[in-house]
């Protein structure tokens, strides 16, 4: 059985719903972040790196990062499409995965939540804070001319949208006003039953009330 490493909320919120769309069977720990469990000895030993996701295979080898999990769980179950045939629809859910995930999220909302990392004065990281909204916000305005007319990265759902959702997710939450495309993108995916349930389950369930 896969097990699945994650924190509610966070970016593995995405890997969670890939998994679910792809009705696969897998075990959940919980890493709770701010009490420091991604920095245990048990947790390193799984990923050194301590970060999340982390997605422990049938034959005990580690994936540990958003990328390398999406990418193996998409060519894993290929029928799905999660990764388009097209070379070209390819090459696009490529660039918005890559964006979405080291841009959006690693560039920008990482300077609004861990603002520490980037200023250790109280007087500098408000600045911090608002480079990182800036730094968002012009993400979504350039992914928003990337989607496709079916509201999704490409002409159908694929591993480029849970990324994208995510960030979306946070951005919501954070009162950050999302592009047209982008809103669209967003309510088509809380429109998914993997999506809703994905939610519900990490404690998110209020928002379709």
């Given at each position: ?79 799905k499409?999660l990764?388009?045939d ?68 490409v ?30 993108h ?22 379709f009330?």
């Amino acid at each position: 059985m896969l097990k699945f490493y994650m924190t509610p909320g966070s970016c593995s919120t995405g890997i969670h719903i890939l998994l679910e769309e792809l009705e696969q069977v897998f075990a959940v720990y919980i890493v709770n972040l701010p009490k420091g469990d991604n920095l245990t000895a048990d947790y390193l030993a799984i990923n050194p790196k301590g970060t999340i996701p982390t997605l422990v295979r049938d034959d005990g080898t580690a994936l540990t990062d958003f990328l390398t999990i999406a990418w193996w769980l998409a060519k894993s179950f290929p029928k799905k499409g999660l990764i388009p045939d097209d070379a070209e629809a390819e090459l696009r859910v490529l660039e918005v995965l890559n964006y979405a995930v080291n841009t959006i999220h690693g560039h920008g909302f990482t300077r609004i939540f861990t603002t520490d990392r980037y200023a250790s004065e109280q007087s500098e990281q408000e600045r911090v804070k608002k480079q990182g909204e800036i730094l968002v916000k012009k993400g979504f305005t350039y992914i928003n001319r990337l989607l496709s007319p079916s509201g999704f990265v490409v002409d159908h759902f694929s591993i480029a949208d849970v990324a994208l959702f995510y960030n979306e997710f946070w951005a919501q939450r954070l009162g950050i006003k999302l592009p047209e495309g982008c809103q669209k993108h967003y309510e088509l995916m809380l429109g998914r039953n993997a999506v809703r349930q994905v939610l519900s389950e990490e404690g998110y369930g209020s928002i379709f009330r």
